[in-house]
């Protein structure tokens, strides 16, 4: 992903790969092309798999979409740190990471490093959680 995000001029901000589907945050730079930048990532791994099992065809049922999300809890783990294959661990760390690029300087900014990102996702889940309990003591 980053040799194709460098050859699209596509900034990857964010992944979660899910058990059946997965959710990347992206930016595009003028001259980039996500579209293209999908397709090839998606190609390339698409051929290794079928190389490493001596199997042809696709991997993926239909096109990739552009759907826009408003909240995201699959109540896959108990805290999102858990989920290893996300980049979750690389936003709450204090360390340099290196593939936020300027979004590591805007977290650092905005929440004030690793930690009150992890603050900030953690009292959403919270609200979140209030929220349905109050829904299921209403019903």
Not at 93 to 100: A, C, G, K, P, R
Request: charged share 25%; aromatic share 14%.
């Amino acid at each position: 992903m980053r040799k194709y995000s460098i050859t699209y001029n596509v900034e990857m901000i964010a992944y979660c790969l899910m058990p059946n589907h997965y959710h990347f945050l992206v930016r595009q730079a003028p001259s980039g092309s996500i579209q293209r930048f999908v397709q090839t990532v998606f190609n390339a791994y698409s051929q290794a798999v079928n190389k490493e099992l001596n199997h042809s065809g696709t991997l993926f049922q239909g096109r990739a979409k552009s759907i826009h999300i408003q909240t995201v809890s699959a109540k896959l783990t108990v805290k999102p740190e858990e989920w290893e294959f996300s980049d979750y661990r690389e936003w709450i760390s204090e360390l340099s990471v290196t593939h936020l690029g300027p979004f590591a300087a805007l977290r650092d900014c905005y929440f004030d490093g690793g930690k009150g990102y992890q603050d900030f996702v953690e009292a959403y889940r919270e609200e979140k959680d209030r929220e349905s309990l109050l829904e299921l003591t209403a019903e």
